[in-house]
């Protein structure tokens, strides 16, 4: 079965961080686009971040761009998002994707990517 799995969402304070993780089973990361989404209440899912299949390429929403790190270990067949200085803006139910095709574009849309995650809750409150 191809599946992506989060964790490590979670209640943080106004200025705190989170890390979090996605497994991939069922399928390898390497040599695929992947990307971090969130989607807030009553708003559509947005892109957050996305690295390119070949690595060369990483971008970020102008909003998560020096606070947030997205990574991979292929190793593991896991990536990562390091969320620092948080905001209340940045609550939400956050997605890992990957691409099915090998060697991607980094594109932040929610149409480039084939596998997804069910979704991890972040809450930034104080």
């Known amino acids: 079965q191809l599946q992506l799995v989060e964790s490590g969402g979670g209640l943080v304070h106004p200025g705190g961080s989170l890390r979090l993780s996605c497994v991939s089973s069922g399928f390898a990361l390497k040599d695929r686009a992947i990307g971090w989404f969130r989607q807030a209440p009553g708003k559509e899912r947005e892109g957050v971040s996305c690295v390119s299949g070949s690595g060369g390429s990483t971008k970020y929403v102008d909003s998560a761009k020096g606070r947030f790190t997205i990574s991979r270990d292929n190793t593991k067949n896991t990536m990562y998002l390091e969320m620092n200085s948080m905001k209340p803006e940045d609550t939400g139910v956050y997605y890992c994707?990957?691409?099915?095709?090998?060697?991607?574009?980094?594109?932040?849309?929610?149409?480039?990517?084939?596998?997804w995650g069910q979704g991890t809750q972040v809450t930034v409150s104080s």
């Open positions: 994707a990957a691409t099915r095709q090998l060697f991607g574009q980094c594109v932040l849309r929610t149409d480039t990517f084939n596998y």
